[in-house]
C-alpha cells in the first residue's frame, strides 16, 4: 500500500485525485468556478487585522466549521505605525510567490515531472509620491515587480520554465482587475 | 503631556510625524523611494512558506536585525492540499481590505478627520478552468472583486468617500504591474 500511495504523489500532490477533479470539471465546467472572501477591521493606526475562512468552489461552501487564519496587517516605524505584521503590500508579493510556486508544482505533477524544490524571492517599487497625492504621475502602487525563481528539477526544463505563467496571482497582479468598491457609512 | 500626545494622534497616527514625512518628501522625492521583498521556499503540495524581513525606504535599508515575519500559503482539501495556511489569492484580497483600510485612516488623518471604525468584507471569483489551461478565454486570475467599507465617522463623508483609491493595493490589483519573472535551475 506504501508504494501504491508513492506512485501516485508527485510533487506532494495526489496526482489520481487531480486527474479526476480535471475529468470532472471537463464534464461540468460550473464546478471550477471559486469565490474567495476574507473580512478585516481597522485596530489602531496602520494596524488591522484580517479573518480568512470560507470559501465556495465546486459547488459548496467550505471551511465552514474551521476557526478562521488570522493576519495581521501592519505599517513599520518610518511608515509610522509599529510593525505588528508585514504590511499589505508585503503581503501581495510573498502572496505572488506562494502562488507561481504552487502552479510549477502542480502543473509540473499534472505531466508526471517531479520538481525537487523551489526557492524564490521577490522585490518591488513603490513610490509613495503616488499615494500621497505629491505626484499624479507616479501610480500609488506597485511601478514594477522582480521575481526569482530557483527550481531543481530533474524533468525537462523547457516544460517547467513558463508554468507560473498560469499563477492565478500573477495573472492577477500583472493584468488588470475589475474591483467594485462599496462604501458605506455607518452611524 | 498627555494632552499634547492626544492631539497629536488621529486614528492612531502621529500626524506631527506625517506632517514631517510629507515636508521631508517634497524636499527630497527621492526619500519616498520604497522597495518591498519577500522569498519563499515550497514545502510540499500547496504548501510552502515566505520570510517577509529588510526593505529599502527613506534612503536606507529597514528591518535588518528583526526577526522575519513567517507566512504560511497553502491549499484547502478540495485544491488538492493540507489547508495548513490561507491560499495565495486569499492573501491577496486580504492585502486588498488592509491597504484601503490603512489609507483611508493615513489620508483622513492628514486632513484632520477622524475616523471611528472601518471594517470591511471582499470577494473574488476565480474559474479554475483559466489556470487549468482548459479554456483559453479565461484568465487564471480573478476575474472580479468587489469589497464593502464600512466607516463610521462623524467627519465629512464626501472627504473620505474616495480615499481608498489611493490605496497601493488597491491600485495594484485594478491596474497591470510590470513583472519580470526570471527562471534559474539549479543543479
Do not use: W
Not at 509599529?82 to 501581495?92: L, Q, S, T
Not at 522582480?146 to 527550481?151: D, G, N, P, S, T
Amino acid at each position: 500500500m506504501q508504494t501504491m500511495r508513492e506512485t501516485k504523489q508527485i510533487n506532494g500532490v495526489d496526482t489520481a485525485a487531480m486527474n479526476q477533479t480535471v475529468a470532472a470539471i471537463k464534464a461540468d465546467p460550473e464546478l471550477a468556478q471559486f469565490r474567495f472572501r476574507a473580512k478585516n477591521r481597522a485596530i489602531r493606526g496602520g494596524h488591522n487585522r484580517s479573518e480568512v475562512k470560507e470559501f465556495y468552489g465546486a459547488k459548496q461552501e467550505h471551511r465552514t466549521e474551521k476557526e478562521p487564519f488570522v493576519l495581521d496587517n501592519d505599517e513599520p516605524p518610518v511608515l509610522l505605525s509599529e510593525d505588528a505584521g508585514p504590511n499589505p503590500v508585503e503581503y501581495a508579493i510573498q502572496a505572488l510567490l506562494g502562488c507561481m510556486t504552487t502552479t510549477t508544482l502542480y502543473k509540473a505533477a499534472a505531466q508526471g515531472i517531479e520538481i525537487e524544490s523551489i526557492r524564490s524571492e521577490v522585490e518591488g517599487d513603490i513610490d509613495l509620491n503616488g499615494m500621497l497625492g505629491l505626484d499624479r504621475d507616479v501610480r500609488p502602487g506597485y511601478q514594477e515587480i522582480r521575481a526569482k525563481l530557483r527550481i531543481k528539477t530533474k524533468g525537462p526544463k523547457d516544460k517547467v520554465r513558463d508554468l507560473y505563467r498560469y499563477s492565478p496571482v500573477y495573472d492577477t497582479l500583472s493584468r488588470p482587475v475589475p474591483i467594485k468598491v462599496e462604501v458605506q457609512f455607518e452611524e
